[in-house]
C-alpha cells in the first residue's frame, strides 16, 4: 500500500494574517515599552535625585506663562553654595534674566547689540552679579573697541539646552535686532532639558502633587534624569535634525538683517553644532581645545561641579571675545556703506 503524503498546510486566512499581525504589534509594542521603562529606571538609578532639578535654583522661581519658554521669575534676589562650598548671589532683571536689565528694544543710533546664550555657565551659576560670562564680554569688547556702545544681553538659563536657546531667540531675543548672537557650549543633540522638564511638571497634577514631598521630589527629579538620558542615547543623532529646524529662523534673520552667528564650546567639538546647523547660515565656531575631562581638571572651574570660576569666565571670554569684535566691525562697516 503506497505511503500517503502529508497533506500541505493550508495557507492562513486573510483574517488570520491580519489578526497575527496586530497581535505582533501589539507584543512588540509592550517588549519595546517594557525595555524603555528598564531603561529609564536603570538610567534614574544613576541621575541625581533631590528636590532643586539644579543645584542652585528651585523649581518655583521658574515662570511659564509666556509661551514655550520657562524663564525664571523677575528681580529675584537670591543665592546658592557651589560645588566648593562657597555661597554666591545672583540676581534677575525685569524681563527674568541675570542681570544688568535689557536695553529698550528700539536703540540709538551707532549702538551695537550683543545677545549671549546658554545655560548655566552663561547664567553665571557659581559666581555672583558682575562676573558672569556676558559681562565679562562686555568688558572686553569696550577694550577691544573703544569708542563705540556695544550692550551686550545675557539671555542664559540653567540647564537651558540649544533647542530651548533658540525658541528662547525666537519669541524674546530677536525683537532686539542683535547684530551678533553667540551661543556658549550649545547642546545640539539634547532636547529634555530644564525648560522642557520645568513644562512638563507644570502640566502634570500627577508629578505636581509628587513634588509635595521630598520623596517625590527625589523621584520626579531621577526619572526626568533618566528619561532624558535613555531619549539621548537613543536619538542624540537624530536630535540635530529637530534643532535645525528651529535654526532656520535664525538663517532668515542672516539673510535679511545681516545677524552674525557664533558658537563657542566650553569643552569638546564642534561635531553636533555642525550637524544641527541648517545649510546657508554662516557662522563662526570655536572651543577652547579642552576635552571634557581636561576642562573639569582645569584651574577655570569650581571644584566639584563644571561651572567655571569668576576667573575661568575672563579666561574664556578672551579666547572669542576677539572674534566678537572682528564680527561687530563687520556690522558697523556695512551700516556705513554706500547703498
Not at 525683537?175 to 502640566?203: C, G, H, W
Not at 569650581?302 to 576667573?311: K, L, N, Q, S
Request: hydrophobic content about 40%.
Amino acid at each position: 500500500m503506497p505511503e500517503l503524503e502529508p497533506a500541505a498546510p493550508s495557507p492562513p486566512s486573510p483574517r488570520g494574517r491580519a489578526l497575527w499581525s496586530a497581535r505582533a504589534w501589539v507584543v512588540q509594542g509592550l517588549l519595546a515599552l517594557l525595555v524603555g521603562a528598564v531603561g529609564v529606571v536603570l538610567l534614574a538609578g544613576r541621575s541625581p535625585g533631590g528636590g532643586g532639578f539644579h543645584a542652585d535654583v528651585s523649581l518655583g522661581d521658574y515662570d511659564c506663562s509666556q509661551g514655550r519658554v520657562c524663564k525664571l521669575l523677575p528681580k529675584l534676589v537670591r543665592h546658592g553654595t557651589d560645588g566648593s562650598g562657597r555661597v554666591f548671589h545672583y540676581t534677575t532683571n525685569a524681563a527674568g534674566f541675570r542681570s544688568p536689565e535689557l536695553p529698550p528694544e528700539a536703540r540709538t543710533e551707532g549702538a551695537l547689540r550683543v545677545q549671549v546664550y546658554g545655560s548655566s555657565p552663561v547664567f553665571g551659576l557659581g559666581v555672583d552679579d558682575g562676573d558672569t560670562l556676558p559681562e565679562q564680554l562686555a568688558r572686553a569688547l569696550a577694550v577691544a573697541l573703544p569708542g563705540r556702545q556695544v550692550e551686550v544681553m545675557n539671555l542664559g538659563l540653567p540647564e537651558n539646552f540649544l533647542v530651548s536657546q533658540l525658541e528662547t531667540y525666537d519669541g524674546i531675543g530677536r525683537a532686539y535686532r542683535p547684530d551678533v548672537v553667540v551661543f556658549v557650549q550649545a547642546e545640539a543633540t539634547r532636547l529634555s532639558d530644564m525648560n522642557a522638564r520645568v513644562r512638563q511638571i507644570k502640566q502634570s497634577r500627577v508629578l505636581t502633587a509628587l513634588l509635595a514631598t521630598p520623596f517625590g521630589q527625589n523621584l520626579v527629579n531621577r526619572w526626568q534624569n533618566g528619561a532624558s538620558e535613555l531619549t539621548h542615547l537613543l536619538f542624540g543623532r537624530g536630535m540635530a535634525r529637530v534643532v535645525r529646524g528651529h535654526m532656520e529662523r535664525l538663517a532668515a534673520d542672516q539673510r535679511e538683517r545681516g545677524t552674525e552667528v557664533l558658537v563657542f564650546q566650553l569643552h569638546g567639538a564642534l561635531d553636533d553644532v555642525r550637524r544641527a546647523v541648517p545649510e546657508g547660515l554662516r557662522w563662526e565656531g570655536l572651543t577652547s581645545g579642552l576635552a571634557y575631562d581636561a576642562y573639569i581638571a582645569s584651574p577655570w572651574v569650581i571644584r566639584g561641579e563644571w561651572h567655571p570660576t569668576a576667573e575661568g569666565h575672563r579666561h574664556f571670554v578672551a579666547m572669542f571675545a576677539p572674534a566678537v569684535a572682528s564680527a561687530l566691525e563687520r556690522v558697523a562697516a556695512r551700516s556705513v556703506a554706500p547703498r
